[in-house]
């Protein structure tokens, strides 16, 4: 079974860093891209951020360009989010996410990590 | 842009739901589909415009292709009531719909 379990989540104080953990089994982790994707309170779906399965090419949002990096341990089965300089804009749930094999978008997701924004 | 309508959609149980999505260029079908509970991760409901994923009922059905796309419950159950969100995958940059919410009428 596809298990996806993010942690990490928690306070962060405006303009701090946080990084956030996505743990993966019961799949080849390291033959899967993965995406992270992030809803704000109330809102919508929005994709923040994408890795491929070997971690050479990552792509993000112009909302978190050089703020966010994507990266993973495949030894590990695990991917991380680093954010830095957070604002109020940046709270929400942040769900990791399977990129389906061979396409792009995500099959399996996570229960989500809330992360809160605020002094 | 990904653009879903309606917003809301109050339905009975067992009466068609129709939750349109529309693509400001074309995406060809490589658009998906989304159930989305609170609390609960988003589960995958179609792709490729059409194809149901495993596990999904047949009551869930997706057509279109191009710019205009639309996924069909054609008896919704009391567990399908929940935010639908549809997302375009031409690339990597996945854009999301802004959710249609199915409720009960």
């Known amino acids: 079974e596809v298990q996806l379990v993010e942690s990490g989540g928690g306070l962060v104080q405006p303009g701090g860093a946080r990084r956030l953990s996505c743990a993966a089994s019961?799949?080849?982790?390291?033959?899967?891209?993965m995406n992270w994707v992030r809803q704000a309170p109330g809102k919508g779906l929005e994709w923040v951020s994408y890795?491929?399965?070997?971690?050479?090419?990552?792509h993000y949002s112009d909302s978190v360009e050089g703020r966010f990096f994507v990266s993973r341990d495949n030894a590990r089965n695990t991917l991380y989010l680093q954010m830095n300089t957070l604002g109020a804009e940046d709270m929400a749930i942040y769900y990791c996410?399977?990129?389906?094999?061979?396409?792009?978008?995500?099959?399996?997701w996570g229960q989500g990590a809330l992360v809160t924004v605020s002094s | 842009v990904m653009t879903q309508s309606p917003a809301t959609l109050s339905v009975s149980p067992g009466e068609r739901a129709t939750l349109s999505c529309r693509a400001s260029?074309?995406?060809?079908?490589?658009l998906a589909w989304y159930q989305h509970k609170p609390g609960q991760a988003p589960r995958l409901l179609i792709y490729?415009?059409?194809t149901r994923a495993t596990g999904v009922p047949g009551r869930f059905s997706g057509s279109g292709s191009g710019t205009e796309f639309t996924l069909t419950i054609s008896s919704p159950q009391s567990e399908d009531f929940a935010v639908y969100y549809c997302?375009?995958?031409?690339?990597?940059?996945?854009?999301f719909g802004g959710g249609t919410k199915v409720e009960i009428k």
């Open positions: 996410a399977r990129g389906y094999y061979g396409d792009y978008f995500p099959d399996y």
């Open positions: 260029q074309s995406v060809s079908s490589n």
């Open positions: 490729g415009a059409s």
């Open positions: 019961g799949f080849s982790f390291s033959t899967y891209a």
């Open positions: 890795i491929s399965a070997s971690g050479g090419t990552t």
């Open positions: 997302q375009q995958y031409n690339s990597w940059l996945l854009t």
